[in-house]
Structure formats: structure tokens, C-alpha cells
Nanobody
Framework: QVHVVESGGGLVQPGGSLRLSCTASGSIFNIYDMGWYRQAPGAQRELVAALSGGSTKYADSVKGRFSISRNNTRNTVYLQMNSLKPEDTAVYYC??????????WGQGTQVTVSS
């Protein structure tokens, strides 16, 4: 069993910053890809940023504002979010891939950008 827990969400004013964290624990032999997705009300879940095979992917809407990083020792991935906009408001989910087509999701953390 693998547990994935996100933290760091909250309410922030436009232009502000937040740092999300996601830690995986449990029966893990190896972690391949880690990434962040988000889902706004009435919308589909979308990729925000991911670390995959040594490369980094970002959604066009967050390039230059968000930064993803990873601490392999702690099985943790971070998402630094700067210059936040109201349209960044969503539930942010962490996805951890531990095998071929084997992955786990966290429960999500709410990010609200509003004045």
C-alpha cells in the first residue's frame, strides 16, 4: 500500500505565492514519475507540472510562474507557485508513479486565489 499526502494549500491574494508539498510513503521500491495536477470546479483534471524520465513538463498557463522539484531521499515533490492568479484556483493533486501503469493519487489540497 502506498500513501500520498499533499499539503501547503490555502487562500492567497493575487500575485502571492504558495508552496505545495507531496510525500509518498508505504511499500515503495522505486518512484518513477511525480507530478502535480489540478481540477477547478466544472473542469477536467489537468497537468500542471511533472518530473518524468529526467525531464520537466509544465502547462503553458504556469510556465515562468511555477517550479517543480523533488527530494528523492524523502520521496517528496514540491510545487513552488509564484505570481498566482485567480484562474489558478483549484484542487491540486499529486500523482506518484511506482511502476508501469501503476500510480497513486493524493487526496488533494485546495488552492484559492482571491482578494
Amino acid at each position: 500500500q502506498v500513501h500520498v499526502v499533499e499539503s501547503g494549500g490555502g487562500l492567497v491574494q493575487p500575485g502571492g505565492s504558495l508552496r505545495l508539498s507531496c510525500t509518498a510513503s508505504g511499500s515503495i521500491f522505486n518512484i518513477y514519475d511525480m507530478g502535480w495536477y489540478r481540477q477547478a470546479p466544472g473542469a477536467q483534471r489537468e497537468l500542471v507540472a511533472a518530473l518524468s524520465g529526467g525531464s520537466t513538463k509544465y502547462a503553458d498557463s504556469v510556465k515562468g510562474r511555477f517550479s517543480i522539484s523533488r527530494n528523492n531521499t524523502r520521496n517528496t515533490v514540491y510545487l513552488q507557485m509564484n505570481s498566482l492568479k485567480p484562474e489558478d484556483t483549484a484542487v491540486y493533486y499529486c500523482k506518484v508513479e511506482v511502476g508501469i501503469e501503476l500510480y497513486y493519487w493524493g487526496q488533494g489540497t485546495q488552492v484559492t486565489v482571491s482578494s
